[in-house]
């Protein structure tokens, strides 16, 4: 599985950004996607996660302000972020997870958001 993301940049806090992240390769059995991001000097934490039949789940940093989606043919996963602090600058990294279990990643993308 190989993960290509884009949409980050530089907004100024309260503003938006959307990111992409389309899956190829042997996506059929994929059963979740999702966001992760790690600022300077911290772990990386997920954002937010989708699975197979639609559900998602967010961390409580973003919630209300964040959502994640899928397209039609499950391949491309968004984040559309609104609403965004400079607490939310970090490196955003795309993960996807077969049924197996084996994960994935994306190269990030730096999401930074100034005051």
């Known amino acids: 599985v190989q993960l290509q993301a884009s949409g980050g940049g530089l907004v100024q806090a309260g503003g938006s950004l959307r990111l992409s992240c389309a899956a190829s390769?042997?996506?059929?059995?994929?059963?979740?996607m999702g966001w992760y991001r790690q600022a300077p000097g911290k772990q990386r934490d997920l954002v937010a996660v989708?699975?197979?039949?639609?559900?998602?789940n967010y961390a409580g940093a973003v919630r209300g302000r964040f959502t994640i989606s899928r397209d039609n043919a499950g391949n491309t996963v968004y984040l559309q972020m609104n609403s965004l602090k400079p607490e939310d600058t970090a490196v955003y990294y795309c993960n996807a997870v077969r049924d197996n279990g084996m994960a994935y990643w994306g190269k990030g993308t730096q999401v930074t958001v100034s005051s």
């Open positions: 989708i699975v197979v039949g639609g559900s998602a």
């Open positions: 390769g042997s996506i059929s059995d994929i059963r979740a």
